[in-house]
């Protein structure tokens, strides 16, 4: 789950992390008087959308005077910003972070975030901040740091200033960091984090550390023991398919393909959708339905499915585990004839009772196309994708 700026920032400040005095609007006049609050004649205006790229797309803006920041609250309140990470749809704008600008020496990179390779926490850092990361490591790779901390001895003193002498930090400099860092792995770790990362991480002229903009990631999974979190979630950023699916516990990610997938079981839907990949095809969800699986499930996940009007046809590929054959295919009938499908449908059942599920869909007199083999269905949804 993805916080907006305004809010990962409110967890750095609760966890010691110096950041600009800010306050949210959204309205017009809720800016204004944010300014007043803040004092001064000159703010920034930020759009809290769940995206990078902000500032080139328009959506960080340097203001003076009250008339100036009027209208940048107009222009962006109501919005869609389009960003390098959007797509062309951009993201609503519905909340703006109203900022007293920092004096600021340099900027600097730092995140964590998970090292799954490692199993272990790993902090980057780079003495170029203010920049995509991504492009520095490709350019000058040495001008990364790069360090996993044990789990159970944790982030030590020493690991601490080897970032301070890799961000070229002098004496009180080093010092702010020696406190930062130790403050960030706690939250990351305490918040049940996935990523943390500040960029640019202030240098002040006297030498303190200021974090002028943060993103975070909480990890879905353990949601269920973040309920402060989880009560900063905001639909309006996700694709709505999404979040109806989330109501029904289905795993669904839009993708820009034209062939929808129905599968049980996350590694399995990958492998459908490689498939259908390398037969011409063109994925246009993934869609994992759970081991336990059940009739009105399948139903709700049809009805995402058939809600995206680039579908031109859909491949459900159950593998009978924990759930039975049979019983999927009772729910497809009956999802089918409850939904309306009026596009291809492609049905491969496998495992526990598939011939059971089999002879009931040949029974059913539904239009649908069935197949015993994974390459055979991927074949048949992708022709009748093109069909």
Request: hydrophobic fraction near 45%; glycine fraction near 10%.
């Amino acid at each position: 789950m993805h916080l907006h700026e305004y809010q990962a920032k409110r967890l750095l400040a609760g966890y010691g992390v110096s950041v600009p005095a800010g306050v949210t609007a959204t309205t017009v006049e809720e800016a204004l008087a944010a300014a007043g609050d803040l004092g001064g004649d000159h703010w920034l205006v930020k759009a809290q959308v769940h995206a990078g790229g902000r500032g080139k797309a328009g959506g960080v803006r340097r203001v003076e005077g009250l008339a100036a920041l009027a209208q940048a609250a107009r222009e962006l309140l109501g919005s869609r910003l389009v960003t390098r990470q959007t797509g062309a749809a951009g993201q609503p704008v519905d909340r703006l972070l109203i900022e007293a600008p920092t004096t600021v020496a340099r900027e600097l990179y730092l995140s964590l975030l998970v090292d799954r390779a490692r199993e272990r926490v790993a902090v980057v850092a780079s003495a170029t901040g203010g920049m995509e990361v991504e492009e520095v490591a490709a350019r000058d790779p040495a001008a990364v740091l790069r360090l996993t901390v044990d789990p159970v001895a944790g982030l030590q003193p020493y690991q601490s200033r080897r970032v301070a002498f890799a961000l070229g930090l002098d004496e009180p400099g080093r010092k702010a960091l020696g406190g930062l860092l130790p403050g960030l792995y706690r939250l990351f770790r305490e918040r049940d984090l996935g990523l943390l990362e500040i960029n640019p991480l202030a240098v002040t002229p006297a030498g303190g550390l200021v974090a002028l903009d943060a993103k975070v990631q909480v990890d879905d999974n353990a949601l269920y023991r973040q309920g402060e979190l989880a009560a900063w979630h905001d639909p309006s950023q996700e694709d709505p398919r999404e979040t109806e699916a989330r109501r029904f516990d289905l795993n669904y990610i839009a993708l820009d393909g034209d062939i929808a997938c129905m599968v049980n079981g996350a590694g399995l839907a990958m492998a459908t959708m490689d498939l259908i990949q390398i037969h011409g095809g063109s994925p246009a969800n993934f869609l994992d339905v759970g081991g336990g699986t059940t009739a009105e499930r399948v139903a709700e996940a049809f009805k995402i499915i058939l809600s995206d009007p680039k579908v031109r046809a859909i491949l459900v590929n159950i593998f009978g585990g924990i759930v039975r054959c049979d019983l999927i295919a009772e729910g497809i009938i009956r999802a089918v004839r409850e939904v309306g499908v009026d596009r291809p449908l492609v049905v491969r059942l496998e495992g526990t009772n598939a011939a059971q599920g089999r002879a009931l869909l040949a029974e059913s007199g539904l239009a649908l196309t069935a197949a015993t083999e994974l390459a055979e269905a991927a074949q048949k949804v992708v022709a009748a994708a093109r069909a």
